[in-house]
T-cell receptor
Framework: GAVVSQHPSWVICKSGTSVKIECRSL??????MFWYRQFPKQSLMLMAT?????????EQGVEKDKFLINHASLTLSTLTVTSAHPEDSSFYIC????????????FGPGTRLTVL | AQTVTQSQPEMSVQEAETVTLSCTYD???????LFWYKQPPSRQMILVIR??????QNATENRFSVNFQKAAKSFSLKISDSQLGDTAMYFC???????????FGSGTRLQVQP
């Protein structure tokens, strides 16, 4: 099956710094990628939809200036958490749609962000 | 907007027995997909089964099957011959056609007891 990778798998940073998370589709081209956030023991909440070559679409309540998303190629989307604060600590998951395969989404393994 | 409701926060089943997880959804769409995902402690989302709304036949994948009731907007997951490896969080998800994200339910934590 299609594989999506995320890097790093976990990161610890100091408050005020920026952190970049990469999401890659390894064996397929993804015209659309999605970024989700998951708090402990909770469900996945969509943050934004990332389309290759265009600006990301953010969900209501998600600060686009804090969570910068770039989808520069058909295999890579990045999420940059700018000026991170402890409340940004969470589990971030990306998923990608294979443009050649229906509507199935393939999920990355997630990135655990801890902001001290 | 679509909503997905999972009314069972936690469930427990004995190994080798059968368990059914419930899911209801609300939508005005006619064409859509429904999914069950498993999230084990590793937190990797794993697709268990999917159902296209236009198909009347319930999807089956080995020990996993669904009961899809379109009129009632119900989509339950039945796990037969439960195994210890089935212990995980299970999420029901709704997906629209096109470049759309999934809408997830709140999840059901399933514990398979030896």
């Amino acid at each position: 099956g299609a594989v999506v990778s995320q890097h790093p798998s976990w990161v610890i940073c100091k408050s005020g710094t920026s952190v970049k998370i990469e999401c890659r589709s390894l064996d397929f081209q993804a015209t659309t990628m999605f970024w989700y956030r998951q708090f402990p023991k909770q469900s996945l909440m969509l943050m934004a939809t990332s389309n290759e070559g265009s600006k990301a679409t953010y969900e209501q309540g998600v600060e686009k200036d804090k969570f910068l998303i770039n989808h520069a190629s058909l295999t890579l989307s990045t999420l940059t958490v700018t000026s991170a604060h402890p409340e940004d600590s969470s589990f971030y998951i990306c998923s990608a749609r294979d443009r050649g395969v229906g509507d199935e989404q393939f999920f990355g393994p997630g990135t655990r962000l801890t902001v001290l | 907007a679509q909503t997905v409701t999972q009314s069972q926060p936690e469930m427990s089943v004995q190994e080798a027995e059968t368990v059914t997880l419930s899911c209801t959804y609300d939508t005005s769409e006619s064409n859509y997909y429904l999914f069950w995902y498993k999230q084990p402690p590793s937190r990797q989302m794993i697709l268990v089964i999917r159902q296209e709304a236009y198909k009347q036949q319930n999807a089956t994948e080995n020990r996993f099957s669904v009961n899809f009731q379109k009129a009632a907007k119900s989509f339950s997951l039945k796990i037969s011959d439960s195994q210890l490896g089935d212990t995980a969080m299970y999420f029901c998800a709704f997906g629209r056609t096109g470049r759309r994200a999934l809408t997830f339910g709140s999840g059901t934590r399933l514990q398979v007891q030896p």
